[in-house]
């Protein structure tokens, strides 16, 4: 199962856990920049929403590309 | 010169007329009384044992406006629009808990519980979540002013209204021994009655006396109409109080705790008022209930029924007991709200006369709604 299909079923089941972790790893995968902070856009937007206390942590990364 | 109806209304009780027709039946006076009565006043919404635990969020349509009821991060009960300052998407469309922020369902833009606009996703193209146009500080979520007392959460949609304690405070001092902890039943102490009239209607039949013989015969062969006094203060509240409270007992003979401190008369009577515009509180010895009037229609309204006790634990089967004696009582009055919003459908109805004797606390509510409306007609 790719990273990508993993991803979609996260989605379909609405396992917004799952989508702060699965999104973190595609922006530790990504070759660029801006891809990277899509990706880690993703993971941050679900992490606050859920109250994860990956949220900070992935605010910072994004902090560091001036991103947010 | 054409007299105003209204004018009539604000008569004296001897000569005074009730509301006329179009109050009830009219969709244009409707959404006058819409603007002039329940926006420009505080309005009951809820409950804050609704939302009772923090991050708690229920979404509520009053009046056709989608508002979210939320118990912020820090306790603070709280009523905002519930929508979305980017695109108006509804935001919360079921009760839940947020567990960290309120994402939008459409572009995520995200909203700590306070209301305040925490992160704009993409706002800057992709992975940009930032731009010079976007200033969060001034696109948090709209607040709606509100106040809560009597755990009741009263809402001021238009923003005009005096402060709650300076408009109630009369009320306040006069109930102020009952300023103290009250303790939501649970579940068993809640349920919602529909009502096939315009919410008005519930507010003046709850607020006298005069038909309780006639049509609560059971509870008049406990509290007699002969104990019960009018409350009527013009411009503020009206209501019903009765000397003698007799406190329900269980199976074993055992009885609710009372709140504490209370006064003997309060030890031996109670008292029911209708807090304008919608809603309905009584309070007795050892239990108090909340009633808020949702106003769903012209003639539909929705009676959201609350009881409160002076301790968090109480006797399930009294409690239940309790429920259902009340439930039974509010129960009784549906055919008469039904049936008088079918009356206002006769043309040659003038509003009614009332009794002096025994309708002050009605006269004194349609006082007060033309007084509301002839402000409103003049801003």
Same mark, same amino acid.
């Given at each position: 199962?790719?990273?990508?299909?993993?991803?979609?079923?996260?989605? &379909?089941?609405?396992?917004?856990?799952?989508?702060?972790?699965?999104?973190?790893?595609?922006?530790?995968? &990504?070759?660029?920049?801006?891809?990277?902070?899509?990706?880690?856009?993703?993971?941050?937007?679900? &992490?606050?929403?859920?109250?994860?206390?990956?949220?900070?942590?992935?605010?910072?990364?994004?902090?560091?590309?001036?991103?947010? | 010169?054409?007299?105003?109806?209204?004018?009539?209304?604000?008569?004296?009780?001897?000569?005074?007329?009730?509301?006329?027709?179009?109050?009830?039946?009219?969709?244009?006076?409707?959404?006058?009384?819409?603007?002039?009565?329940?926006?420009?006043?505080?309005?009951?919404?809820?409950?804050?044992?609704?939302?009772?635990?923090?991050?708690?969020?229920?979404?509520?349509?009053?009046?056709?406006?989608?508002?979210?009821?939320?118990?912020?991060?820090?306790?603070?009960?709280?009523?905002?629009?519930? !929508?979305?300052?980017?695109?108006?998407?509804?935001?919360?469309?079921?009760?839940?808990?947020?567990?960290?922020?309120?994402?939008?369902?459409?572009?995520?833009?995200?909203?700590?519980?306070?209301?305040?606009?925490?992160?704009?996703?993409?706002?800057?193209?992709?992975?940009?979540?930032?731009?010079?146009?976007?200033?969060?500080? +001034?696109?948090?979520? +709209?607040?709606?002013?509100?106040?809560?007392?009597?755990?009741?959460?009263?809402?001021?949609?238009?923003?005009?209204?005096?402060?709650?304690?300076?408009?109630?405070?009369?009320?306040?001092? $006069?109930?102020?021994?009952?300023?103290?902890?009250?303790?939501?039943?649970?579940?068993?102490? #809640?349920?919602?009655?529909?009502?096939?009239?315009?919410?008005?209607?519930?507010?003046?039949?709850?607020?006298?006396?005069?038909?309780?013989?006639?049509?609560?015969?059971?509870?008049?062969?406990?509290? #007699?109409?002969?104990?019960?006094?009018?409350?009527?203060?013009? @411009?503020?509240?009206?209501?019903?109080?009765?000397?003698?409270?007799?406190?329900? /007992?269980?199976?074993?003979?055992?009885?609710?705790?009372?709140?504490? @401190?209370?006064?003997?008369?309060? !030890? +031996?009577?109670?008292?029911?008022?209708?807090?304008?515009?919608?809603?309905?509180?009584?309070?007795? $010895?050892?239990?108090?209930?909340?009633?808020?009037?949702?106003?769903?229609?012209?003639?539909?309204?929705?009676?959201?029924?609350?009881?409160?006790?002076?301790?968090?634990?109480?006797?399930?089967?009294?409690?239940?007991?309790?429920?259902? #004696?009340?439930?039974?009582?509010?129960?009784?009055? !549906?055919?008469?709200?039904?049936?008088?919003?079918?009356?206002?459908?006769?043309?040659?109805?003038?509003? @009614? $006369?009332? /009794?002096?004797?025994?309708?002050?606390?009605?006269?004194?509510?349609?006082?007060?709604?033309?007084?509301?409306?002839?402000?409103? $007609?003049?801003?």
């Amino acid at each position: 199962m790719t990273l990508q299909d993993r991803l979609l079923a996260a989605h &379909a089941h609405g396992d917004r856990h799952a989508l702060v972790a699965l999104y973190t790893q595609a922006a530790d995968q &990504a070759a660029e920049t801006d891809a990277a902070c899509f990706y880690l856009t993703h993971a941050y937007i679900f &992490a606050l929403e859920t109250g994860d206390a990956a949220a900070d942590a992935l605010y910072r990364r994004l902090k560091a590309h001036g991103r947010v | 010169m054409v007299q105003d109806p209204l004018d009539a209304v604000r008569q004296p009780i001897e000569t005074a007329k009730g509301l006329p027709n179009a109050h009830y039946i009219d969709p244009a006076t409707f959404e006058q009384e819409k603007h002039a009565v329940l926006w420009a006043n505080w309005t009951g919404l809820a409950v804050t044992a609704d939302v009772p635990e923090n991050g708690d969020a229920k979404p509520v349509t009053f009046l056709g406006m989608p508002l979210l009821l939320i118990r912020d991060r820090a306790g603070l009960v709280r009523v905002f629009e519930n !929508i979305c300052r980017h695109r108006g998407m509804i935001l919360v469309s079921e009760p839940k808990k947020i567990e960290g922020a309120i994402r939008c369902p459409y572009h995520s833009w995200c909203y700590a519980t306070d209301g305040k606009l925490v992160s704009t996703p993409h706002v800057g193209g992709p992975g940009h979540n930032t731009h010079d146009a976007i200033d969060k500080t +001034t696109l948090g979520l +709209t607040e709606i002013r509100s106040h809560i007392w009597f755990d009741t959460v009263f809402i001021n949609i238009d923003g005009t209204a005096a402060p709650f304690q300076q408009v109630h405070a009369d009320l306040i001092a $006069r109930w102020a021994a009952f300023d103290q902890p009250m303790h939501h039943g649970g579940p068993d102490s #809640r349920f919602a009655l529909d009502l096939k009239t315009n919410w008005k209607l519930a507010v003046e039949n709850y607020c006298e006396s005069y038909h309780l013989p006639w049509v609560h015969p059971g509870l008049s062969s406990y509290s #007699r109409l002969e104990d019960h006094y009018n409350i009527a203060e013009p @411009g503020q509240y009206s209501g019903q109080g009765t000397l003698v409270y007799r406190q329900l /007992s269980g199976d074993d003979g055992q009885t609710f705790p009372d709140f504490p @401190g209370l006064s003997d008369n309060w !030890i +031996t009577g109670g008292e029911y008022m209708a807090v304008y515009p919608n809603v309905l509180l009584g309070v007795q $010895r050892d239990h108090a209930f909340v009633i808020v009037l949702e106003p769903q229609s012209l003639a539909a309204t929705r009676e959201h029924i609350h009881l409160y006790y002076a301790t968090a634990q109480t006797d399930a089967a009294l409690r239940a007991k309790n429920a259902t #004696r009340w439930r039974a009582v509010f129960e009784e009055d !549906i055919f008469v709200v039904e049936g008088m919003q079918k009356g206002r459908h006769a043309p040659y109805f003038d509003g @009614g $006369r009332f /009794s002096p004797a025994m309708d002050g606390p009605t006269h004194c509510f349609h006082d007060w709604v033309a007084a509301k409306i002839a402000t409103h $007609r003049r801003v």
